[in-house]
C-alpha cells in the first residue's frame, strides 16, 4: 500500500516498494505470484489509473481487493464485505439447522455453544 496528495505520487511510491520488494525475493529466491496482486486505488474521486508492474507485467486494476479475508472496496465502503458474511451466514446456518432448529434435540446450552463457536465467529472478524 502507498499513499500520496494524487494518484500519480501514489503509485510511484508503490512501484518503488514493489521494485524493492522484487529485490528482496530476488535475493532469497522466492517467487513473486503477479496473478494474485491486484491494483485498488482507495479514493471517492475518478481518477485515471496510472498501470503497475510486476516482473513487467502489468498488475490489473480492480474496484475490490481481499485482504487477510475482509473484501476492501475502491470507495472503502463496508458494503461488499458485509454482503458475503452475509451470504456466508446464511450458508453455514442451513448447514446446522438441523441442530440449530426448533425441532433439534439438542438443549439450549448446546445450541448456544454450537452458536458460539461456529456463527458468531463469521459475522465478528472485521467488523
Known amino acids: ?14 512501484q518503488t516498494a514493489i521494485n ?7 535475493k532469497w529466491r522466492i517467487k513473486l505470484n503477479e496473478t494474485k ?3 485498488v486505488d482507495f479514493t471517492n474521486k475518478r481518477i485515471d489509473h496510472k498501470p503497475v ?10 474496484n475490490s481487493a481481499k485482504c487477510l479475508g475482509m473484501t476492501l472496496d475502491a470507495k472503502l465502503r463496508w458494503k461488499p464485505h458485509v454482503k458475503k458474511k452475509q451470504e456466508e451466514l446464511k ?11 426448533r425441532h433439534s434435540a439438542l438443549s439450549v446450552h448446546n445450541k448456544l455453544l454450537l452458536y458460539q463457536q461456529v456463527l458468531k ?5 472485521g467488523i
Do not use: F
Open 1 to 14: 500500500m502507498a499513499t500520496g496528495d494524487n494518484n500519480i505520487v501514489s503509485t510511484e511510491k508503490l
Open 20 to 26: 524493492e520488494i522484487k529485490r528482496w525475493t530476488v
Open 37 to 39: 496482486s491486484v491494483h
Open 53 to 62: 508492474y510486476i516482473n513487467n507485467q502489468i498488475v490489473p486494476y480492480e
Open 91 to 101: 450458508m453455514k446456518y442451513r448447514k446446522m439447522y438441523w441442530l440449530l432448529g
Open 121 to 125: 465467529p463469521i459475522w465478528t472478524y
